[in-house]
């Protein structure tokens, strides 16, 4: 179920919402590597997560240009 919330979520937004969160998710994606490069990173599985989502991001940008 969760992944419909997030698929119906990226679709409500506008484009400029999505960029925004898309830097986010890059930001924290880079501070996930650097935590796990560190060997601070608790919850690894956090990374793959944030991967995903990004990569919903996109999948609903590319959507929206399309249309």
């Known amino acids: 179920m969760a992944t419909k919330k997030a698929k119906t979520e990226s679709r ?3 484009a ?3 960029q925004v969160r898309l ?3 890059k930001q924290e994606a880079l501070n996930l590597r ?3 490069a560190t060997g601070q990173l608790e919850n690894t599985a956090r990374i793959r997560i944030v991967r995903r989502e990004k990569a919903k991001i996109l999948t609903a940008l590319s959507v ?3 249309a």
Do not use: F, I, V, Y
């Open 16 to 18: 400029d919402e999505l």
């Open 34 to 36: 650097l935590q796990q």
């Open 64 to 66: 929206s240009k399309s």
């Open 23 to 25: 830097r986010e998710l």
């Open 12 to 14: 409500e937004l506008s």
